[in-house]
């Protein structure tokens, strides 16, 4: 169970009082708070039900917003709950339609949320830390550290914010949400574990179309394939055994790689999907063919899908995106071997959003 308190940013000294996040519960226990609310206030019932559909169907973030609302209402709501509107500190605009948001939270942190245009659909990639502890050696914000976790209200409320933004400026749903933006997911589990609930259950985001990313946190992994919901898990590999791995991932010395596959192995039998596996090739470090061939060895077997994604370059080291030959080699000999895989472009990396590419430009690296 998780404590609303716990994961409250907006102490308020002055009373000792704060208020409670709505999107920092699961909804049921939300629903329960706001009923007692109305119950305390001699409020008639069906009002919390109104409140249930400003918060998750049209998305409000003040409760001025609830105009069928009466005002004294909306006053107490405002006093009693938070919404955890976040403050959109910058925008910046790709010329492939990838739009970034950075979002500043109530303690002055930032992170970074990416809304994903293609034809056919629009995919949301938020946040789970600022920052990350892990340190893979490829990915920027691994290089400026970790800041603090969000609570599970952040991370909600960024979809609720970026698809409030697509509303307006494309007249689009986001229908699509990956947990690839800064941090690692499953080291901050009893928040992302609530923003599920809430934007599933809540906002009404189905599993299937929720796919959480993972460097390998074997634990996380257990507990997610043991909840109800078929949500998609990827799992970032990028190396085929594990002196490579090590060299890339620090993660890989605490979960080496048998581990990863065998707890990857019953996430696929217990919630019946295909995983996912990302693989950013770099030149002359994990492209050449005969770590195709590994790789195909590793995850021939299992329900498995290869993302192959160039490397987006990042100022921290000299490497380079893999040719687009080897590329084209490397999804040609896994193809062979009976693996599923594909060649991804990246998108967004004018504006820096692309995967591994998130990280806060105004800041000085973490200590
Ligand atoms: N921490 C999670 C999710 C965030 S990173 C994870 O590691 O899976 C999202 C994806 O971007 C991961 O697959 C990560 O390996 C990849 N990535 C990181 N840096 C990258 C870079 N410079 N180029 C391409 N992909 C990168
Ligand atoms: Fe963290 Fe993922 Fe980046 Fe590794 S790739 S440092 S786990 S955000």
């Known amino acids: 169970m998780t404590s609303h308190a716990e994961s409250d940013p907006f102490p308020q000294a002055s009373t000792g009082r ?69 403050e959109p500190a910058h925008v910046a605009r790709s010329r492939d339609g990838t739009v970034k948001h950075l979002w500043r939270l109530a303690d002055d942190e930032q992170i970074e949320s990416v809304l994903i245009p293609t034809s056919d659909r629009l995919t949301l990639c938020l946040s789970s830390q600022a920052g990350c502890a892990l ?37 689009r749903p986001v229908d699509r949400i990956v947990y690839m933006g800064m941090g690692e997911p499953l080291a901050n589990l009893e928040a992302v574990q609530v923003s599920l609930d809430v934007l599933h259950r809540g906002f009404g985001v189905g599993a299937r179309r929720i796919t959480i990313s993972t460097v390998g946190l074997v634990p996380g992994i257990l507990t997610l394939a043991s909840r109800p919901e078929q949500f998609g898990l990827a ?36 919630r019946g999907r295909r995983i996912t596996f990302e693989y950013t090739l770099i030149q002359d470090v994990n ?50 071997r009976g693996v599923q895989a594909a060649l991804r472009t990246p998108r967004g990396r004018d504006i820096a959003a692309a995967c591994g590419q998130l990280r806060l430009e105004a800041r000085e690296p973490a200590a």
């Not at 249930?52 to 209402?73: C, G, H, M, S, Y």
Request: proline share 9%.
């Open 287 to 336: 492209d050449r063919p005969g770590q195709a061939r590994r790789l195909a060895g590793l995850v021939r077997g299992l329900p498995a899908f290869v993302n192959l994604i160039p490397f987006n370059p990042i100022p921290f080291v000299d490497w380079r995106p893999s040719s687009a030959e080897r590329m084209a080699a490397f999804a040609r000999t896994l193809q062979e």
């Open 18 to 86: 704060r208020p409670i996040e709505l999107l920092g519960g699961p909804p049921e226990e939300t629903l329960i708070r706001i009923g007692a609310f109305m119950e305390a206030r001699a409020a008639p019932p069906y009002r919390t039900e109104q409140v249930r559909a400003w918060v998750f169907d049209r998305r409000i973030r003040t409760f001025e917003e609830a105009t069928n609302l009466p005002k004294e209402l909306r006053a107490a709501l405002d006093r009693e709950f938070s919404l955890t509107p976040l």
């Open 235 to 270: 799992v970032s590999l990028h190396a085929p055994d594990h002196e490579l791995r090590a060299s890339l991932m620090p993660i890989e010395r605490r979960h080496p790689l048998p581990e990863l596959l065998e707890a990857i192995r019953e996430y696929a039998s217990l």
């Open 135 to 171: 340190g893979c050696t490829f990915c920027a914000t691994g290089h400026f550290g970790f800041r603090r976790q969000l609570s599970g209200a952040e991370i909600s409320a960024q979809f609720r914010d970026a698809s409030r933004f697509a509303e307006s400026e494309w007249q």
